[in-house]
């Protein structure tokens, strides 16, 4: 039994770890691959097998399994499931075959480790069933909880800097410059989730994509209602041949409106939000120390 049981760990630790280093050490492999085209080994005929363990072994292993869950998975949730990876802006580099792959081996080791400890304390199949049922759950939606998390943080955080930015694009556009050398301007002198996106606009031009191509690009990786309507009124603005210098101006005014009437929106909403935990936690504790000491005081008068 003790054997079972440390040779299930093994195989467990073995089988997460691969996972684990396949996602995390891809885009570095990619690279390497890339590098090797262009390099000239000095000896191919000694008959050897060139490259690391991983290269050798572990690689070809991690991509049969990419395949085969590409394969079986639909294809509607994949690309879902990119789409919200995207906008959550690609934590740790991850795209949507890797955090299936990831929450595979997860499901893969839950199920060997419950059967594991089934068979090691003899624990009833219902209860082994259940735990299995949560941690198969848990595994299954707190990625999902996670994205959504770091999206409504993106966004928020994109709304709050957008009428800042668009203020310095206009300064840059008064002083001569173009949308495109503002746009570069602001990522030369500026940090931040929306500059980093306006970066990726940049790159993309360079690389011969369209100006209006590459700003729909933006708000498709960042729905933010604000920003889909400022990027419109630029594309339109270029379009007709408007001074994009008078709309972006426009486009701040109304940002820091919208920005002051949600702020003032959140003003009338905080005494709802406040009503409840002082008629439940501060108005019973009030209570207590107000009207205990007279209760006592009656208890002990009609007590005697």
Partial sequence: MIVLIAATTFITVCCSSMLIIGVM???KIEVQQRLKKF??????STGSVEGSFYERLLKPALSAIYSLIGRVTPKNYIAELDKKIREAGSPMNLNAGSLITLQAGAFIIEIIAVISFWIAFATPVLKIFIALSLLMALTYY???LVLKQKIQERQHEIEKSL???IDILTVSIEAGLSFDGAMAKLVEKMSGVLVQEFAVVLKEMKMGVS???ALKSLIERVPVDSLITF???VIQADQLGVSIGNVLRIQSSL???????????LAMKAPIKMLFPMVFFILPTVFIILLGPVVLKIIEIFGS
């Fill in 142 to 144: 707190f990625p999902k």
């Fill in 211 to 213: 100006k209006k191509e």
């Fill in 231 to 233: 990027i419109g009124a």
């Fill in 25 to 27: 050490l891809r885009d």
């Fill in 39 to 44: 390099v000239a080994y000095a000896d191919r």
């Fill in 163 to 165: 009428p800042d930015i």
């Fill in 255 to 265: 940002m820091r409106q919208k920005r002051r009437q949600k702020a003032s929106e």
